[in-house]
DNA sequence: ACCCAGGTGGCCC
DNA sequence: GGGCCACATGGG
């Protein structure tokens, strides 16, 4: 990173004003209980939510959302549950190395293991497999509720395309805000869903940017980034 | 018939 | 460090 500037940080919260105003607070992460936003971040790699919601819901009507229920049931079992989920053998595999890492280092106790700091939490989510840098961080911050910064392919692209950093890569662009921004919890819950928000629901359904809330960083008419 | 989704791991160079 | 592929369902 190491170009950062005032001006850049002040860019970046600009931006962020401009998404809040338009759009409000996100709620996020959408989960009744820390369980069930973990196992959503899995579910919901390289997937639309929709789907995720579908097989979470299949999950509660089995009555196997729970970390004995996915711990006892056999992998091509769990993986017919969540099969509107995509990739479901891969994915009932990963739920069911995360269940066991929880079971055998903490008796079961997944909030014992998300009370930990976000450096030490995010270290440890890494070595299960299946969770790479993106799922590590968002169950960091929307499920242990620490300030780390989540990188997503729509975050990657806006900031690209809005001059901020060129082809960033994740720990790039995850830098790049953790330096400029503070670690401020609620911020980076607000920041992240927003730029999905944003994304989804108003890039792609609209793609011409009309009354699009952050026009002065679109690549046509840009006015004065950088 | 494509292309994309709130990625990750394996393999290659 | 990067590029490519498989994984796979469901919606545009």
């Known amino acids: ?4 500037s005032t001006h850049s940080k002040d860019q970046l919260i600009l931006l962020f004003d401009r998404l809040f105003e338009r759009y409000g607070p996100q709620h996020w992460w959408p989960a009744d209980d820390p369980f069930e936003m973990v196992v959503g971040a899995i579910l919901t790699q390289n997937t639309s939510w929709k789907n995720v919601e579908k097989a979470i819901e299949s999950l509660k009507a089995a009555e196997m959302l729970s970390m004995p229920a996915i711990g006892a049931t056999p992998p091509d079992e769990l993986a017919r549950v969540i099969r509107s989920s995509g990739c479901h053998t891969v994915k009932a595999g990963r739920l069911k190395a995360l269940v066991s890492h929880v079971e055998r280092h903490y008796d079961g106790d997944l909030p014992a293991m998300l009370r930990q700091s976000g450096s030490e939490l995010r270290r440890e989510l890494l070595t299960i497999r299946g969770i790479g840098p993106e799922t590590a961080d968002c169950i960091v911050l929307y499920g242990g509720e620490k300030p780390s910064f989540v990188v997503d392919a729509y975050t990657r ?9 060129a082809r960033p890569t994740y720990d790039g662009a995850k830098e790049f805000c953790e330096a400029l921004l503070p670690p401020d919890t609620r911020l980076f ?10 994304s989804i ?3 792609r359904s609209r793609p011409r940017c009309a009354g699009c809330p952050l026009a002065d960083w679109c690549p046509g008419f840009r006015s004065g980034v950088n």
């Open 1 to 4: 990173m190491c170009r950062e």
């Open 201 to 203: 629901v108003h890039c």
């Open 157 to 165: 692209r806006l900031f690209d395309r809005a001059g901020f950093l």
């Open 189 to 198: 819950n607000e920041f992240h869903a927003l730029i999905v928000r944003h």
